[in-house]
């Protein structure tokens, strides 16, 4: 057993920690989400420059074909960041349906352009039924001549507002589900963005006789879930990082505030029951940190993470909450505030909570694949 | 025993039920449960809080329980209850919970004749709004260490200091402010309790922004705030005493459990009518257990509270005063677990804050971000178990 990262990775934790610390303090994260583009481009360019969108595209579009493992510490660290910006619904989402499922021609168009910075996109899943399973996916598309046309409403869509392609999933008579890539800013489509507690990009997305040609399904039609299903587990991981690295900044922020805060001339830090709440986050973040790296490994070594992911996302679905919950709790008062940091925790991990598949949807699918 | 109500009771039930019924179809548009931020975050709602106040004092209803002296009608405490617990299940604004439910009771038991004369009809009218100026940045939990002055000059105080977390003392008329007239006192000893009324020169009031931005409460800042002698309530440098009372009926509310259940009822109805993987989410036994924990939570709760009211009835008040801890902490985690549950049996729905797409309004996931709050205000709930502990249990208290 090794359980260490390697040095390059530790450096590049450093790295992205280090370049997130000067550009995007907290101040800056509330600025974005109180913007309507909800992200920040210079930014974006920045990392770009930096090859961290790229890091575990293969070599032959241009990436570095590093362990997926690298990804997680890039997203632990956004995470400890709270940093708001499509890296999710681009590099990790749409760019693992590329490589996972994308034709040659797709990968070869599109994968140097994320790399560069210079292309954002947005998976187009749920829709108003809000379900998770590939029975949710209605929206139909219908070939006519050598396109196909489709009409619908998609819900949910994060960073649709800035995307530039749309990757969505539509069903096709007799074919079944079939991913499409869409021009974002195509005069059928609208997209509004709904108010949310994440105040994040999370948008209703209309079709109105969208018409897409037979080059842009990705990989084969009727492939779509298929495609999907092998971005899953990565994308959990990926997500379960972040969650990871916001449940980190939240104990150790609440630490330090509950060693600084005195009441009844006694540091709070110092009152049992707060000692033990703080135990028991510290216990929650330990347990699932471990386990996050070790579904990571797991991935990496090209294992079934099937059963994993889920009990992996409920978990920390749950942890987040409950860390970043008692984490108000302890700060008091203030900790519900605009102003202190703690509370962009607090409402993040209830957004979380919902990506990918929530607590009970996972905690059925673990259940089926414990044979049950 | 009997847990039921008489005749009278059950239909003066269902007098409340359809005067509130009829008032709430003004409530504007994402009115909300008729907490702080329905009130205080818009002015329109500040509006219908002060319309509906009105209403109330001209029924009389907002002093029923009140002595006759005080133009109360000193109808029995169950009264009251019932009308707050009806009230509550509409969401209903109009009785200002600082005035009515803390100050005027205060005024009561430490003010002279002619302060009661002066400021209880005004709050029995629905007139003056009131807020609560106790917290400091550097005084919450441990309230007695604040340090804001109000030091005598001739007819006068003069106030310096500034306020946390001041609950709508933006619309508010006046405050109940606790300050240390004896500067060289520490703690508990040396403070008094004042009626400020909010215009006086040198008052400014800054917004607090709550995590979702909207705008409840202030920060209160006094510079050299000259308030009249003559509205010092109680005695100078006996506050203390006072602000105690002030809490127990800061506690001791009660009526909060048939709105969660009216909550439940609401969650019962959407899922009952949505469908989602080809069934309708009361199908699914997940939600129906975690809907039925909830109900529970809010029988057991309303059991508690009878309980209570029942108590402070018959003056027994040492149960009722450890009794009402209970009481502040399960009904704020209940509170704090409905919106849990229901944005959670919502999917993806549940993170949607108010607007055309949220389910119920979006109430739920704004009872979200406000359950935290009231696990904090009113006495932390880590304050309220050591009180249970301590005045419930008489377990030993460590210094
Ligand atoms: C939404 C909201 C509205 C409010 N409205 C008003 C208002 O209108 N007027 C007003 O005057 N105040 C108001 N308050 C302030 C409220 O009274 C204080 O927040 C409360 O007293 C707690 O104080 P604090 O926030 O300073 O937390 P702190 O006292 O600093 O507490 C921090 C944490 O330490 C814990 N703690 C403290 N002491 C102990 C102990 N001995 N044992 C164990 N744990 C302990 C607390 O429970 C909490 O978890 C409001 C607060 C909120 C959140």
Redesign the interface.
Known sequence: MNLDFTSEQEMLRKSVAEFLAKECPFETVKEIE?SDEGYLPKLWKKMAELGWMEVYFPEAYGGYSDPFMDVMIIMEEMGKAAYPSPFFSTVILCGLILTEGGTEDQKNALLPKIANGKLIMALAQ?EE?????P??IRMPAELSGDQYVLNGTK??VTDANIADKLIVAADVKDAGITLFLVDAKDPGITCTK?????MDN?C?VIFKDVKVSKDDVVGNPGRGWEILERMFPKAIIAKCAEMMGSCKVSIDMTASYAKER????KPIGG?Q??QHYMANMQLGYDTSINYLYKVAWMADEGMDVTKEVSALKAQVNEQY?YIS?RG??IH??V?????FNI?LF??RA??A??VLG???YH?EKLAQALGM | MDFSFTKEQEELREEFDVFFKEEMKNAPPKWGKGGLESIYATDEGFEFHKYMAKKLGEKGWISRAWPKEYGGQAVPLIEQFIFNEVRGYYGAPGIDGFGVGMFAPTLMVGANEEQKNRLLPPIARGEVFYCQGW?EP?A???LA?LSTTAIRDGDYYVVNGHK??TSGAHKADHMFLLARTDPDSTRSRGLSVFNVVMDYPGIEIRP??????KHVYNEVYFKDVRIPAKDLIGKENEGWALTRQTMNFERSGGGGFLSAKKSVFDIIDYVKST????KLLSENP?VRQKLAKLYIGTEVGQALAYRINYEQEKGGLIFAASAASESKVFGTELAQRVA?YA??IM?????????K?APLDGEM?DG??FA??A???AG???IQ??LIAWVGLNLPRFK
Do not use: C, H
């Open positions: 109180e749920y039924e809000a379900s998770y399973q029975t949710g819900m949910f709904m108010p949310a507690i994440g999370t209703e005195v009441q009844y001339g009152f029951a707060i909450k919950e108000v709790q008091g008062g900790g519900t505030t605009r102003e509370a607090y409402r209830k957004a909570e919902y929530d607590t009970d905690y | 917290s550097d919450g939990s441990d260490s946390t977390w607090l922004l709550f995590m979702d931005n469908r989602r993987d080809g997940v849990n944005t959670e999917g993806l729905y549940g993170q949607l804050a108010p607007s797409w996931i979200y971000q935290p709050a696990n904090i205000y932390s709930n880590e178990r050591n």
